[in-house]
């Protein structure tokens, strides 16, 4: 069990651009979420895989925001075309059957 | 809609005082699961427990304690004889039951420090 892992830690980009992320869950679990959390905020849902099937997105997701989860194992969250509101921790969480949820360290999303 | 309140932003306590986090709920599920995460200065959110609704049983692990009532739509933590490494923010967190209820919704969290 090596946890969930996420890359990269830490990005800045420029408003406009477009960047990618990507989580690998710990290997045996079938759900994984992604989850924003801005400064002194709570984190907040943004979308939920069970395997390969995307079953929830957040109506914080807007359409500049895409999730995939090809073959059930690594994740990707993209963002395109960014916005200095963008600019989050994004964390990953996965689990085995919904009952706890083990994070990631999150991506640090910096928009200048 | 479910909410989760941590009215208390910020404590400070001397070591090997005990310090109680308060989270209160609301939610129009009949049933659901609170949760306890910690998150160190690493980041990395930590599972602490989970409760199901219908368990209002309190529970000690070690120096952590919760007192679950239902009554009050309370879920109280409290560290006893505190320690430095409890030093993190902790999130209190509220989920529904049922296939499809995935989301956990977060309080704002209470950021606790622990004085040497």
């Known amino acids: 069990d090596t946890g969930v892992s996420q890359d990269p830690r830490h990005k800045i980009t420029k408003r406009g651009q477009n960047v990618t992320f990507r989580c690998d869950p710990i290997s045996e679990h079938n759900r994984l979420y992604w989850y924003r959390q801005t400064l002194g905020q709570g984190p907040e849902f943004l979308t939920y895989f069970q395997n390969e099937a995307q079953l929830e997105k957040s109506r914080l997701l807007s359409d500049r925001f895409s999730a995939e989860r090809p073959k059930g194992s690594f994740s990707t969250l993209e963002i395109q075309r960014t916005e200095q509101g963008d600019s989050a921790m994004y964390l990953c969480?996965?689990?085995?059957?919904?009952?706890?949820?083990?994070f990631g360290s999150g991506t640090q999303l910096s928009v200048l | 809609a479910q909410k989760v309140t941590q009215a208390q932003t910020e404590i400070s306590v001397v070591e090997k005082e005990d310090v109680t986090l308060d989270c209160v709920y609301e939610?129009?599920?009949?049933?659901?699961?609170l949760f306890w995460y910690k998150q160190p200065p690493s980041g990395e959110l930590v599972f602490l427990i989970r409760?199901?609704?219908?368990?209002?049983q309190n529970e000690i692990s070690g120096r952590y304690s919760w007192n679950f009532q239902k009554s009050t739509s309370s879920f109280n933590f409290t560290i006893t004889a505190s320690q430095v490494v409890d030093s993190a923010v902790y999130f209190c967190?509220?989920?529904?039951?049922?296939?499809?209820?995935?989301?956990?919704?977060f309080g704002t969290g209470t950021r606790l420090t622990i004085i040497p």
């Open positions: 939610t129009r599920d009949t049933t659901y699961y």
């Open positions: 969480a996965s689990s085995f059957g919904g009952e706890k949820l083990f």
């Open positions: 967190a509220l989920r529904g039951t049922g296939f499809g209820n995935e989301k956990l919704t």
């Open positions: 409760r199901n609704s219908f368990d209002e």
